[in-house]
């Protein structure tokens, strides 16, 4: 098993670009999660998807839109990008409301 | 909102020292999780705590949720070069379920 799968791995954009960040779980979690990382500042939750069909603001979703696709996979994109959106994103999932995250390995974007 | 607030920021220790951090919410939670990052990679879990005064261990790790499940502890006994990385306390947001809080992280750093 994958696990929790995200792509790009990596990413430079110009500012006011577009772009769609994937990530794709094979383990049937309910939940799905997309955390920024950003130096000193731990992780921080931009949107969340309880469940299939729904998706929910977390703390810092200025500037973001997410998509529940399928229970498998939830995708984050940034409209028109920003050098403050210039961080690493994780997306997590787990079974339902409670329980570990099980984390991707990341994506590392850079807004010029 | 509910804070998860972490120290000491950062440590570095020599291999054999003892390594604690810390974690201190606001609020009361219903329980607490712990996640290892190492350099370079993803969250990855390590415990959870659910007990009011609970005490686990795994080998050298021993975790505990204090008796007014506010705080928790994270105490590595004997640090070796693998313990190097960024440690991050999670607690669940305000006082619904389907997310987590989490704290900015302790980095440990492990010197041979």
């Known amino acids: 098993n994958a696990g929790v799968t995200q792509t790009p791995k990596f990413q430079v954009l110009k500012t006011g670009q577009s772009m769609t960040l994937q990530c794709a779980q094979d383990?049937?979690?309910?939940?799905m999660y997309w955390y920024r990382q950003d130096p000193g500042m731990g992780l921080r939750l931009i949107y969340y998807?309880?469940?299939?069909?729904?998706?929910d603001k977390g703390e810092v979703p200025n500037g973001y839109n997410v998509s529940r696709l399928n229970k498998r996979e939830f995708s984050l994109r940034l409209e028109s990008a920003a050098p403050s959106q210039t961080s690493v994103y994780f997306c997590?999932?787990?079974?339902?409301?409670?329980?570990?995250?099980?984390f991707g390995e990341g994506s590392r974007l850079t807004v010029l | 909102g509910q804070q998860v607030m972490q120290i000491p920021q950062y440590q570095h220790v020599q291999e054999g020292e003892d390594f604690t951090t810390y974690c201190n919410s606001s609020?009361?939670?219903?329980?607490i999780q712990w996640y290892k990052q190492r350099p370079g990679g993803h969250p990855v879990f390590l415990i959870q705590?659910?007990?009011?005064?609970e005490v686990k261990k795994q080998k050298r790790l021993t975790f505990q949720f204090g008796e007014a499940k506010k705080n928790s502890s994270l105490h590595i006994t004997a640090t070796q070069t693998t313990d190097v990385g960024t440690y991050f306390c999670?607690?669940?947001?305000?006082?619904?379920?389907?997310?987590?809080?989490f704290g900015k992280g302790t980095m440990l750093l492990v010197s041979p």
């Open positions: 997590a999932s787990r079974t339902g409301f409670a329980g570990e995250l099980f």
């Open positions: 383990m049937n979690h309910n939940s």
């Open positions: 998807s309880a469940s299939e069909g729904t998706t």
């Open positions: 609020t009361t939670l219903s329980n």
């Open positions: 705590l659910v007990k009011s005064g």
């Open positions: 999670a607690g669940p947001r305000d006082s619904g379920y389907s997310t987590l809080t």
